[in-house]
Structures are given as structure tokens and as C-alpha cells.
């Protein structure tokens, strides 16, 4: 996960060049989230999430910070709960913008996140920390990289007001040492406000 997140400082920081046109719009956004992962050992694991941030965006990129808080479930059972995870996201889509209409655009979108784990409901990174895991262990073991790919949808309200929806299919990269089944699939349906300046 340190050569996960390494790239993804690098690919944000490469692509302040795409910002230098001129900074387009800002917005706040929500972000429920589900999918699933089968285990060798575990069995099936499902998970369901909701997140909220903020992004910053030009024509043909957005950047994306946020939370977000996740629920996994073992075979399906809901009585099978693990603790609630929290996670702080960071992430860049590259996205390609068609305009339908002189309001309303749709954009095809790739990128990644880098989720950073917080705590899991019964210890934080700091517990983990303060129990003798160095910060690249918790890297290793708790933080995520995953694959986006999708398309977001513009709506111009008033203004530069306007409304944006999407839907970005997950791919949650294994962790180091683990099976290759255990890659991560899901899905996430972002809902925002954001301002065009």
C-alpha cells in the first residue's frame, strides 16, 4: 500500500498542470457505497458504506477528499457485523466531458482513491500504533488502493449552480500477502452540489 499511495500523491500532484487553466468549480458531495469480496477463509464478506467530502474539479479532472464510514458483513447475515471501519479518502478521476444540451453534460470517468484507515470501531491507527505496529504495517494490513471507473453527470440549476450524479464501479486492490480472491468489487452512486467560478 506505500507504493499505492506514493503513485497516488505523484499522479495528484502531476495533475495541478490540469488545473492550470484556470480552477472551474467546487462542490460537496454524498457517497453510499456497497459491494462484496469472497474470502478463502472467511466465506463471503459484503459491505455496505456511506461517505461524504468535498471535490475540486476542472474540465478534465476532480480531486477528492472525504470520510468514509463502512459496515461488513460475513456471509451475508446481518447479524454477523463487524465493528464500523472509518476511513479518510483521497482521490483523482480523469474524466472526459460531453455537453448534451447547453445544461447538461455527462463525463466518462477512471481514477483511483487511497482509503487511510482511522479505526474500525474498536481501535484507532493510533492504538495500533501505541500497541507496536509501525505506520507501514497499518498501511499494509488497513489502508486501501481502489480502481475506479464510471461517469458523472452535470445539471446546470441557475447560475453556475449545478447539480452532479454518477455511478463508479469499485476494485478494491488486495492487500499485501493476501489472496488474489480477496479483491474487492462494488459499486458507489456520488450525489453533490457544486459552483462553477
Do not use: C
Request: aromatic letters at 14%; glycine letters at 12%; zero cysteines.
Amino acid at each position: 500500500m506505500k507504493k499505492a499511495f506514493a503513485i497516488m500523491l505523484v499522479a495528484t500532484v502531476m495533475s495541478t498542470a490540469a488545473f492550470a487553466e484556470g480552477f472551474l468549480s467546487a462542490g460537496l458531495t454524498v457517497n453510499p457505497n456497497f459491494g462484496g469480496m469472497t474470502d478463502p477463509d472467511l466465506k463471503e464478506i459484503t459491505y455496505a458504506g456511506f461517505g461524504f467530502g468535498a471535490y475540486f474539479d476542472a474540465k478534465y479532472v476532480a480531486v477528492n477528499l472525504g470520510l468514509n464510514i463502512v459496515d461488513s458483513y460475513l456471509d451475508g447475515e446481518k447479524n454477523t457485523v463487524y465493528s464500523p471501519s472509518t476511513y479518510f479518502t483521497i482521490g483523482l478521476l480523469g474524466k472526459y466531458p460531453i455537453a448534451i444540451g447547453e445544461k447538461f453534460s455527462i463525463a466518462p470517468a477512471v481514477g483511483f482513491e487511497y482509503q487511510v484507515f482511522l479505526s474500525n470501531g474498536l481501535w484507532s491507527r493510533s492504538d495500533y500504533e501505541d500497541m507496536g505496529a509501525s505506520a507501514s504495517d497499518i498501511a499494509e494490513q488497513y489502508d486501501n488502493f481502489v480502481i475506479k471507473v464510471g461517469a458523472l453527470a452535470d445539471f446546470t440549476i441557475v447560475g453556475g449552480l449545478y447539480a452532479r450524479a454518477g455511478v463508479l464501479l469499485d476494485i478494491g486492490l488486495p492487500h499485501k500477502d493476501s489472496d488474489p480472491a480477496d479483491t474487492r468489487f462494488g459499486a458507489e452512486i456520488p450525489i453533490g452540489i457544486g459552483y462553477r467560478f
